[in-house]
């Protein structure tokens, strides 16, 4: 099937199906219907199906997803079947976070290295955190997947620059700062006060709040 028009809700769906299916698939479930993955994620069942409809036909009437089939095809759609190097740009306390997250090396995603302006004092017996000078010509010498940035937001466009420059093929902005790219790179934001500021909305607005 054909994947046309489809819309930005519906791909940041698609973590989430997989997250509850490899769940599911831990604890032994072979199959499950969409009103049984309704309940457990919220969505309705027709929302689902609709959303899965987009990329092909998954599922049989009366028998519902086999889960480890299903599990297999959004790893394809989404691209978690395939491993990622990483480079990590700014190793204050979210980065530091970032690369210490276990889960990103368990589903392939791999730190190549990590660049700071404060390297010499941030370096340890554990990690050698390398100077930002260096970025530009690491990539000259590396095939970088995937560029994290976590700097302050006065450094982030430059740093998404040389990204670009350097064939990086996504960005993942961690910078509270909308940036611009170039070259076809692809661009992911989490601004966390904009996330902060939909919770306090909804707390304050909880007739709006749609299940």
Known sequence: MAKQNISLSVIKRLPKYYRYL????EKGIIRVSSKELSD???LTASQIRQDLNHFGCFGQQGYGYNVKELIDELSKIIGVDKDYKLILIGYGNIG???YQYQSFRELGYEFEAVF???AKSLSDTNLKVRDISELADFLEKNTIDIGIIAT???????????????GVKGIWNFSPVDLKVSNG???????LDESLFTLTYF????E????
């Open 22 to 25: 490899e769940s599911i698939n």
């Open 40 to 42: 457990i994620t919220g």
């Open 96 to 98: 530091h976070a970032l």
């Open 116 to 118: 700071d302006k404060k």
């Open 152 to 166: 302050p937001k006065e450094a982030a466009q430059n740093v998404a620059d040389v990204l670009c420059k350097g």
């Open 185 to 191: 790179t692809v661009i992911e934001s989490v601004h």
């Open 203 to 206: 707390m304050n607005s909880p």
């Open 208 to 211: 709006d709040f749609i299940f």
